[in-house]
């Protein structure tokens, strides 16, 4: 499923759910947040959206799918890590298979054939791993250039960026070539929900902020809602929206 028809479903799920785009007990630094993400709004306005047009324009989409599935299978790292950290020992050696299968037959991650074999495809992050002990999330946070986040997740930031090869590229110039083309790829990838965005929310702002929380809880809870909020969250809708979003 491409990228848009994901978002629009994510959307519909958010919509048909009930969620308000109003205040949020969540989101006692609002403020402060809505300038930053004012700010962020900006730059990519200037910056990172024409960049991704361009990107998708005179890139090739076969070129693009190599690049995003080189990015997916170096994400695989710091998943297993995770995995190990939250004790899904079971999901421990099917990143490692998924990873080296990528790596040797897909020629460097190029091409995904750890899916076409059957292998599944997980992802978890030091925030994840830290909700999974019992660490509250704290109040909503929004990012300078990384955007929705908590206080939770910001603190787990440090570590994902080093469990992220990237970072250990030794080359600066380098380095930061690669992570301005996975800025600009992850970016494309929603170029064509931004129509949708506009139509669907009032507030752009709110709207984006309890989406991000209600996915959010989602990833944190393996698709397992809390008993008292079964009616908020959808776990099967969002269970498929996660699935299709990795495979993109």
Same mark, same amino acid.
């Given at each position: 499923?491409?990228?848009?028809?994901?978002?629009?479903?994510?959307?519909?799920?958010?919509?048909?759910?009930?969620?308000?785009?109003?205040?949020?007990?969540?989101?006692?630094?609002?403020?402060?947040?809505?300038?930053? %993400?004012?700010?962020?709004?900006?730059?990519?306005?200037?910056?990172?959206?024409?960049?991704?047009?361009?990107? /998708?324009?005179?890139?090739?989409?076969?070129?693009?799918?190599?690049?995003?599935?080189?990015? /997916?299978?170096?994400?695989?790292?710091?998943?297993?890590?995770?995995?190990?950290?939250?004790?899904?020992?079971?999901? @421990?050696? @099917? $990143?490692?298979? *998924?990873? /080296?299968?990528?790596?040797?037959? $897909?020629?460097?991650?190029? =091409?995904?054939?750890?899916?076409?074999? $059957?292998?599944?495809?997980?992802?978890?992050?030091?925030?994840?791993?830290?909700?999974?002990?019992?660490?509250?999330?704290?109040?909503?946070?929004?990012?300078?250039?990384?955007?929705?986040?908590?206080?939770?997740?910001?603190?787990?930031?440090?570590?994902?960026? %080093?469990?992220?090869?990237?970072?250990?590229?030794?080359?600066?110039?380098? *380095?930061?070539?690669?992570?301005?083309?996975?800025?600009?790829?992850?970016?494309?990838? %929603?170029?064509?929900?931004?129509?949708?965005?506009?139509?669907?929310?009032?507030?752009?702002?709110? =709207?984006?902020?309890?989406?991000?929380?209600?996915?959010?809880?989602?990833?944190?809870?393996?698709?397992?809602?809390?008993?008292?909020?079964?009616?908020?969250?959808?776990?099967?809708? =969002?269970?498929?929206?996660?699935?299709?979003?990795?495979?993109?």
């Amino acid at each position: 499923m491409k990228t848009w028809a994901l978002n629009s479903l994510i959307v519909a799920s958010i919509l048909i759910s009930g969620c308000a785009t109003g205040p949020n007990s969540h989101d006692p630094l609002e403020p402060m947040n809505r300038k930053i %993400y004012k700010f962020n709004e900006t730059l990519d306005q200037i910056i990172v959206r024409p960049a991704a047009k361009a990107y /998708t324009s005179f890139v090739p989409s076969l070129v693009r799918t190599g690049v995003r599935n080189v990015f /997916t299978n170096l994400g695989v790292i710091n998943t297993t890590f995770n995995d190990l950290l939250q004790l899904k020992i079971r999901n @421990v050696p @099917v $990143g490692i298979a *998924r990873f /080296t299968s990528n790596l040797i037959l $897909g020629v460097g991650g190029i =091409f995904d054939v750890a899916s076409e074999m $059957g292998i599944p495809y997980y992802k978890e992050d030091f925030g994840q791993t830290l909700g999974y002990w019992g660490f509250d999330s704290g109040p909503y946070l929004v990012l300078p250039l990384l955007g929705p986040s908590s206080v939770r997740d910001g603190l787990a930031t440090p570590v994902n960026y %080093y469990l992220d090869p990237i970072s250990h590229v030794s080359n600066d110039s380098t *380095r930061w070539g690669i992570t301005g083309l996975k800025i600009i790829d992850t970016r494309s990838a %929603y170029l064509n929900s931004e129509s949708m965005l506009s139509n669907s929310a009032l507030d752009q702002y709110s =709207f984006i902020r309890d989406t991000w929380l209600q996915r959010r809880e989602y990833q944190i809870r393996d698709g397992a809602p809390k008993k008292d909020e079964q009616s908020k969250y959808r776990s099967k809708s =969002f269970r498929e929206l996660e699935a299709e979003l990795e495979r993109d």
